[in-house]
């Protein structure tokens, strides 16, 4: 939802949401992104590494390396002026679209839902015109996600709120992180087959493709699709 609607500024300080951790309190060099990335930059020149603390209560990955990380324990990543340091929530899902070389390039017709998964991940994606006062009569879309482990398999759904909004989104990359490659991919009949690259899968409506040196499987979702996603 948009800050004027529900306050919450989209930069903050570690201790907004970790009132209980003592150790958050005088950090002033670390601020959460949303609210499941923490960003670490580095502000001194000539700085090649530095110390990040991990908040308790949360398991952290490195958005670059995928290493997983307990809270509670501060750590040193390597940096320097051109590298930030990103740590992710597990059980996080984060929206975001590819690579743009100026603002409004292109359309977002695939939103990307990278997603760290050990149990469940939930996330309320808004979208509006972002250039007028539309939102305001109604003119907006929320679309909740929720990402399950169930047993010996990972279901996908969507569940489509207020629809408003005339979207270009088409479908969904369901990005997961730390995965194992899949014997089937399915939503009630339909079937997703396996594509042999990611780039075929950009072509394809629905599919899956797993990456197995990065461990990570990548499945193409309709917007339509009105079932589970189950991934087995």
């Known amino acids: 939802m948009p800050e004027a609607d529900n306050g919450q500024p989209v930069q903050q300080p570690l201790v907004y949401q970790f009132q209980d951790d003592a150790k958050t309190y005088n950090i002033e060099d670390q ?3 949303g ?3 923490m960003l670490a930059p580095v ?3 000539g700085q090649t590494s530095r110390e990040v603390y991990l908040p308790a209560g949360e398991t952290w990955v490195d958005y670059w390396t995928g ?3 307990a809270g509670n324990q501060t750590i040193s990543v390597k940096a320097d002026l051109g590298t930030l340091p990103i740590f992710v929530k597990n059980n996080s899902i984060i929206p975001r679209q590819e690579v743009e070389q100026y603002t409004d390039e ?3 017709e695939n939103l990307i ?3 760290y998964l050990t149990g469940k991940a939930s996330y309320s994606f808004y979208e509006d015109d972002a250039k007028t006062l539309d939102y305001k009569q109604g003119e907006y879309n929320v679309t909740e996600f929720h990402v399950e482990k169930k047993g010996n398999h990972i279901e996908f759904e969507q569940d489509k709120k207020n629809q408003k909004y005339a979207s270009d989104i088409k479908s969904y990359t369901l990005k997961l992180h730390n995965a194992e490659e899949p014997n089937k991919v399915q939503a009630a009949n339909n079937k997703y087959a396996k594509a042999g690259s990611a ?3 950009n072509k394809q409506e629905r599919g899956y493709y797993f990456d197995s040196g990065e461990k990570v499987l990548y499945v193409k979702i309709p917007v ?3 079932h589970k996603v189950k991934i087995q």
Request: charged share 45%; hydrophobic share 40%; net charge negative.
């Open 31 to 33: 601020f959460m992104f």
């Open 35 to 37: 609210d499941s990335m």
């Open 43 to 45: 502000v001194k020149e």
């Open 67 to 69: 290493k997983e990380f």
């Open 106 to 108: 292109k359309k977002l």
């Open 113 to 115: 839902l990278d997603t």
């Open 199 to 201: 780039e075929e899968l």
């Open 224 to 226: 339509n699709e009105n």
